[in-house]
């Protein structure tokens, strides 16, 4: 099975996708502290970690007493380095990528409205590879800094949870 399958398979539930955004946001978190900020029993937190870091998306650090187990997102895994260019119109890959996408659009409401706190974006584009490049550089530094921004609210006890995720695939397998 590729390796794509096995990372979709692993991030299959909406519980363990939450429980990274949380920890991202958090940077170092244990187990109660996830489970208190998501509302989940801290058993089943627990469990979800496990398969999470047994897919390798989460290392674990075991505190100075041996009694606490620190998790943080495996940030090489969650965000791994550019395919390589044979692999990049891979049928599993696209098909990883796309039942992501689907997953995402079936949490997103049809209807949204300014109460709902929400913001979805989804376009295609033509783009030269040398756009490509650029846009993936902007994304990369629009990532880092609200990545900034998460910490400095974090550290103050301000702003509330959200999720952001951004892709740029080939719409055609053929294209690489």
Known sequence: MSDEITR????SHPLRLQILVVMDAMGEARTSDLASEIGAAANKVSYHLSILHSGGFINKRVGDD?????WSVNETRINPPEPDPSERGSEDGRAASLAILE???GRVPDVMDEDQNQSVMLAVAYLTPEQRVAVTEDLSALSQRIREMSE??????VGDLYALGAQLLPARAEQG
């Open 152 to 157: 400095e609210n974090h550290a103050n006890g």
């Open 66 to 70: 041996a009694r606490e187990t620190w």
């Open 8 to 11: 979709l398979k692993a991030m």
């Open 103 to 105: 997953y995402l659009r």
